[in-house]
């Protein structure tokens, strides 16, 4: 998993992962820590299931044209 900078400044910081545990057993919502990549420190994610990918670049066209080329005889 990578963790992009500007998320990993954003976040809260926690030197070990028992600290990180206690502070999302403190939360009213699910959060799982993750050890982060850029700081080598754990943060809250609440993203725990449902990873829904965007289909955005689904409908780009791909330039094909249904009506090409009229044949007149
Ligand atoms: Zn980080």
Redesign the pocket.
Known sequence: MR?RLSI?LR?I?YATQEEALQAALGAPFPLRPYL?D??R?F?LTGRIKGKRMPRAWMLGGDGSDPKAGPKAD
């Open positions: 963790t990993c976040k910081r982060c850029r700081c420190c943060h």
